[in-house]
């Protein structure tokens, strides 16, 4: 955490001066979470990661694909499947407690159709 000694970050867009901003504003974005989870075990083609997707449009897995790829998290192979750099690797690595708590809590969390717990 930055102390109350520390200035301001320049910008939320400057990945240097303030990469968890950064990083958090890419994983905030509806989708990304979703691809990564899904490329977690391993490189999928296109059709078989829109099909796992559920709802996402063709066009706004292509857009989260490119984003990613951009940040360097997945590559896209010679035989058109996408799969995880060793950075989206580390990554997912480091969301794993996150999967597990969300786990955890899920079976705490009253059931949405009821209300009951």
């Not at 490189?43 to 796992?52: I, K, P, Q, S, V």
């Amino acid at each position: 955490m930055r102390s109350a000694s520390q200035p301001p970050a320049a910008s939320r867009a400057d990945a240097a001066a303030a990469p968890l901003l950064t990083a958090m504003d890419l994983l905030g974005q509806r989708w990304v979470l979703r691809v990564l989870w899904e490329l977690e075990p391993g490189a999928l083609g296109f059709l078989e990661l829109r099909r796992r997707m559920g709802n996402c449009s063709s066009s706004m897995l292509s857009v989260r694909l490119q984003r990613l790829q951009n940040a360097g998290l997945v590559v896209k192979q010679t035989d058109k499947s996408y799969e995880l750099t060793a950075a989206g690797r580390e990554l997912t690595a480091a969301l794993e407690p996150v999967w597990a708590w969300s786990r955890r809590w899920a079976e705490t969390i009253a059931d949405p159709d009821t209300g009951e717990e």
